[in-house]
């Protein structure tokens, strides 16, 4: 049954080219760290899960936190005038 798979003229690939040929580098990346956490640092599937949401959450605040800096610098600069030369 394996040799229905992968026969001599089927290419062979690397995880991380196949990866990215189905779009998958991502979730490869996400188990990786999801491994460290378990393996480095003996946080339980539970924990390595919250700390996975915890850290995607502070991802998207410091997106958003961008995004307003962005806004409230043009809300700025439409309303203070041009500092005068003197």
């Keep these: 049954m394996a040799d ?4 001599e ?3 062979c690939y ?7 040929i189905v779009g998958m580098h ?8 999801i491994q460290r956490l378990i393996s480095d640092l003996g946080v339980n599937l539970a924990g390595a899960e ?4 915890m850290n995607q959450r502070i991802q998207e605040m410091a997106e958003e936190m961008e995004r307003l800096r962005g806004e409230l ?5 439409r ?5 005068r030369q003197e």
């Design 73 to 77: 610098q043009r809300l700025r600069d």
């Design 26 to 33: 991502a979730d490869i990346n996400r188990l990786r760290q």
């Design 9 to 11: 003229d089927q290419p």
């Design 14 to 20: 690397v995880i991380s080219v196949a990866a990215k």
């Design 79 to 83: 309303r203070l005038p041009a500092p």
């Design 4 to 7: 229905d798979l992968q026969g």
């Design 50 to 53: 919250v700390i996975m949401r």
